[in-house]
């Protein structure tokens, strides 16, 4: 926990900001949110009420599926006094070619938050340079941000401390690889991958990860064996092998990454009180085996749950 004076300096920095990921907030910055989010989550427990964002609406722009996001967004902004609207894409008019600067300044007139789940990382990024409201990543093919805040709030509470643990990730150097990568470097976790050839992440989301590892004193592995990489790691995390808008690589996918699934036999190299997490949702028997997400190192649904908290705390801190 930050002093008071300090988390004061920290809760108006964040006031109006764009969270679009981790890279754009400092260790600190990521540290308060985290430690908001546990704040959040015992005034629910202990019931109780918080409503800071009384009045206020949030407009969730989705073009792709979701569960998690979109309950977890919806449910807490109800929690904190908001409402939320879903808006799929199919169903408003950017789905017939309405701009992306055009939606913005519309909504930015009705909302007081936007978040947006979409492909290309682009648009999150135009949607937040037209909106005149705080935007939030809901996810892009680049980077999931919310989901690796949710993860760090989940290590925390489970392992006590952040700082100089090992965080392993084995398959496919995707959004979720990225935003997991930076958070590691930005908040001094070791972190190592491995990933088939073709399918390692991107050089450009390493290279910033590197020079936030070297201020952090953390480490960025991205290797190929995954024996190496979940070598003494205190978390094990994997992700689907074809995310969403690769669906149709799903057969070359299986081909490609059928030397790296996380069972039985690979997670014996972790430590022996070592996390599984997965972003969910997953595919059992294929990036990971039914007895180790359903065993008893596996922390998923705590993941899903710490979503609705962290998320909370990003509103409330932004919004
Ligand atoms: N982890 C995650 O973002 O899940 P959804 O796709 O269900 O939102
Ligand atoms: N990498 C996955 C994450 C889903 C939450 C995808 O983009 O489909």
Redesign the pocket.
């Known amino acids: 926990m930050q002093p008071a004076a300090k988390a004061e300096e920290l809760a108006a920095r964040l006031k109006g900001r764009d969270f679009l990921g981790l890279v754009d907030y400092s260790s600190e910055e990521i540290r308060y949110l985290i430690d908001l989010a546990i704040e959040l989550k015992r005034k629910l427990k202990a019931g109780e009420v918080y409503q800071p964002l009384k009045g206020k609406s949030l407009g969730m722009i989705f073009e792709?599926?979701?569960?998690?996001?979109?309950v977890?967004f919806e449910v807490g902004m109800y929690q904190l006094g908001g409402q939320a609207l879903f808006l799929s894409r199919n169903d408003i008019q950017m789905g017939r070619g309405e701009t992306i600067r055009d939606t913005a300044m519309t909504l930015s007139r009705y909302l007081d938050g936007i978040i947006i789940?979409t492909f290309g990382h682009r648009n999150v990024v135009e949607l937040a340079r037209s909106a005149t409201v705080p935007v939030i990543n809901?996810?892009s093919d680049q980077s999931?941000p919310?989901?690796a805040l949710a993860d760090y709030q989940t290590i925390l509470e489970k392992k006590g401390r952040l700082e100089g643990l090992k965080v392993a990730y084995i398959g496919d150097g995707n959004n979720m690889l990225h935003s997991l990568m930076i958070g590691a470097s930005k908040l001094g976790i070791h972190f190592a991958s491995a990933s088939p050839e073709g399918y390692e992440p991107d050089a450009e989301q390493v290279k910033l990860a590197r020079d936030f590892a070297r201020e952090s004193g953390s480490r960025i592995d991205i290797l190929r064996d995954p024996r190496e990489a979940i070598e003494g790691a205190d978390v094990v995390y994997t992700d689907v092998w074809a995310s969403?808008g690769f669906e149709e690589e799903q057969k070359e996918r299986e081909r490609a990454f059928q030397n790296y699934q996380v069972n039985e036999q690979l997670v014996q190299y972790a430590k022996p009180d070592f996390l599984f997490m997965h972003?969910?949702?997953a595919h059992r028997g294929e990036e990971v085996t039914e007895g180790v997400i359903d065993g008893p190192h596996s922390v998923i649904f705590d993941e899903?749950e710490n979503?609705l908290h962290a998320q909370k705390a990003i509103m409330a801190a932004i919004m």
């Open positions: 792709k599926s979701s569960t998690r996001t979109r977890s789940r809901a996810l999931h919310c989901q969403m972003c969910l949702p899903a979503r």
